[in-house]
C-alpha cells in the first residue's frame, strides 16, 4: 500500500511563495496521474491540480491557474507544487494524492496523508 508524505507548508504573507512536496512510499506512482488537493476549515477538500504520468501534460482549478504549478519527479517518486502569488483564500491542509486517469478530480487511494497547513496572512 502506497504511503503519501505532505511537506513544505506554513505561514507566508498574501503575495508570497511555497514550494509543497509529496513522497510516495510503498510503491512507485510513475504509473499513476497524480494531484494535489486542499481543504479549508469547515469546507469539504477539493482538487487543485494534477501532472500526467509523464509529467508532460497538467491541468488546474480556475482559481490557481496562472499561480500554481504542479510538477514530479518520477525518480524520486515526488510530486510539488509551486504555489506564487499567494491569496488568504489559498489558506488550507494540502493534500496529495493519485487519480484515476486524466481528467479526473477525484482522489484514488483510500488512504490520505497527514497533509501540510498553509497559512496565507493579509
Known amino acids: 500500500q502506497v504511503q503519501l508524505v505532505e511537506s513544505g507548508g506554513g505561514l507566508v504573507q498574501a503575495g508570497g511563495s511555497l514550494r509543497l512536496s509529496c513522497a510516495a512510499s510503498?510503491?512507485?506512482?510513475?504509473?499513476?496521474?497524480m494531484a494535489w488537493f486542499r481543504q479549508a476549515r469547515g469546507k469539504e477538500r477539493e482538487f487543485v491540480a494534477a501532472?500526467?504520468?509523464?509529467?508532460?501534460?497538467?491541468y488546474y482549478t480556475d482559481s490557481v491557474k496562472g499561480r500554481f504549478t504542479i510538477s514530479r519527479d518520477n525518480a524520486k517518486n515526488t510530486v510539488n507544487l509551486q504555489m506564487n502569488s499567494l491569496k488568504p483564500e489559498d489558506t488550507a491542509v494540502y493534500y496529495c494524492n493519485a487519480l484515476s486517469e486524466y481528467g479526473s478530480r477525484v482522489g484514488l487511494f483510500d488512504a490520505w496523508g497527514q497533509g501540510t497547513q498553509v497559512t496565507v496572512s493579509s
Open positions: 510503498g510503491r512507485t506512482v510513475s504509473n499513476n496521474v
Open positions: 501532472v500526467s504520468k509523464s509529467g508532460v501534460r497538467t
